[in-house]
Antibody, heavy 120, light 108 residues
Framework: QVQLQESGPGLVKPPETLSLTCNVS????????WSWIRQPPGKGLEWIGY???????NYNPSLKSRVTMSVDTAKNQFSLKLTSVTAADTAVYYC??????????????WGQGTLVTVSS | SYVLTQPPSVSVAPGQTARITCGGN??????VHWYQQKPGQAPVLVVY???GRPSGIPERFSGSNSENTATLTISRVEAGDEADYCC???????????FGGGTKLIVL
């Protein structure tokens, strides 16, 4: 069983950097690919990218220039930084776990989500 | 990039069968996964790998996938099934995750 919990500021000013952390409760952080997925109010899901325990990353091309993910295996947590935010980045941000990074990649474990509002 | 197309809404009476489609170019060659999302809650995986069912998901939920359309079928629909449903694949050409736009299931 995997449990995830997001944390971070709920309000970010443009064009600052959005920073979120996900604390993970799991037997081994190396057993999963750790993703961030967001959902703007009233809209669909958007995959931001994932990080593996060894630091390998895979980012959505539409956000790649502004995204950095990191992982701290000692603390069982991983993080998201999104730079130069605008109102369009306002969304519920979910941290999510998948066992695979290929055609079998699906998301069985989700955090509860955290709303981040970008506003001055 | 790969595009998944879902109808905005599907309406069904209680006890009937709901079918929610997810269209994509040769989607039959991909593994399709489906999520249910109720208001204010995180999505829940209801079908994986086209037709697999995670532990705890009722047998009423099933999936199929062929050629250019994947389908989530919910049998004997209940009021509690009213939610948004979203399909997802891994785009093998770009190695990225793609979501459909979502379908709102309305139980009449």
């Amino acid at each position: 069983q995997v449990q995830l919990q997001e944390s971070g500021p709920g309000l970010v000013k443009p064009p600052e950097t959005l920073s979120l952390t996900c604390n993970v409760s799991v037997d081994s952080i190396s057993g999963y690919y750790w993703s961030w997925i967001r959902q703007p109010p009233g809209k669909g899901l958007e995959w931001i990218g994932y990080i593996y325990y060894n630091g390998n990353t895979n980012y959505n091309p539409s956000l790649k220039s502004r995204v950095t993910m990191s992982v701290d295996t000692a603390k069982n947590q991983f993080s998201l930084k999104l730079t130069s935010v605008t109102a369009a980045d306002t969304a519920v941000y979910y941290c999510v776990a998948s066992e695979y990074d290929d055609d079998r990649a699906y998301f069985e474990y989700w955090g509860q989500g955290t709303l981040v509002t970008v506003s001055s | 990039s790969y595009v998944l197309t879902q109808p905005p809404s599907v309406s069904v009476a209680p006890g009937q069968t709901a079918r929610i489609t997810c269209g994509g170019n040769n989607i039959g060659s991909h593994s399709v996964h489906w999520y249910q999302q109720k208001p204010g809650q995180a999505p829940v995986l209801v079908v994986y790998d086209d037709s697999g069912r995670p532990s705890g998901i009722p047998e009423r939920f099933s999936g199929s996938n062929s050629e250019n359309t994947a389908t989530l079928t919910i049998s004997r629909v209940e009021a509690g099934d009213e939610a948004d449903y979203c399909c997802q694949v891994w785009d093998t050409r770009t190695d990225h995750v793609v979501f459909g736009g979502g379908t709102k299931l309305i139980v009449l």
